[in-house]
């Protein structure tokens, strides 16, 4: 990816206004692998903000992982997914009110369903827009920011996926450009 990944995008862009952004992401992780190192992860971050007088804000790009189907079963119900995006906030907002989230990407699902290295393993875009529509209505009933990115990397699936399943430099960059514009909206950059 010839400028990186959309969060590298957004620290580019950000570095020109002397914050710090940090990417915490780890791939294959869903919601409940995020809980267990959520807290660790925020904690030393949040003394820094504080002690530098920085913002803190959080910015989610989770649940793609929690929709897959293993063997025909969802990897995270969306029960579950629900219960641990509502632990992922009320932890969030013990750090910061600073909290948007990312709707889930689409994928192609002609190479995802099933992925070609596992054929145990399914993503499908019907479980996705489920998936969403559970982080959406979380996010309002917690009055959160959802930063919308799903149809616009649908409509260019074939063009913004490099595997089916993962961003290439295009879809990164769209989604940059979204984040970048959710933010500067919010005025948490300029």
Not at 60 to 75: A, H, M, T
Not at 117 to 123: I, P, Q, S
Request: net charge positive; aromatic share 8%.
């Amino acid at each position: 990816m010839d400028q990186g990944g959309w969060v590298n995008r957004i620290a580019s862009y950000i570095r020109k206004e002397n914050d710090v952004i940090y990417n915490c992401g780890v791939s294959g992780d869903t919601t409940a692998d995020l809980l267990k190192r959520f807290n660790t992860e925020c904690e030393a971050r949040a003394k820094e903000a504080i002690e530098y007088k920085e913002q803190f804000v959080l910015v989610f790009s989770i649940g793609l992982n929690d929709s897959y189907l293993l063997d025909g079963k969802p990897k995270i119900t969306e029960k579950q997914f629900e219960t641990n995006l509502n632990k992922l906030i009320a932890t969030a907002k013990s750090y910061t009110k600073k909290i948007f989230f990312i709707e889930i990407s689409p994928v192609n699902e002609l190479e995802t369903s099933p992925i070609r290295d596992n054929k145990h393993v399914a993503y499908r875009n019907s479980r996705i827009v489920k998936y969403n529509e559970i982080l959406d209505r979380v996010c309002k009933k917690n009055n959160l920011k959802i930063i919308p990115v799903y149809n616009t990397l649908r409509k260019g699936r074939n063009g913004v996926l490099y595997d089916g399943l993962h961003l290439n430099s295009k879809g990164h960059k769209i989604m940059a450009d979204a984040v970048k514009k959710a933010l500067i909206k919010e005025k948490i950059i300029s």
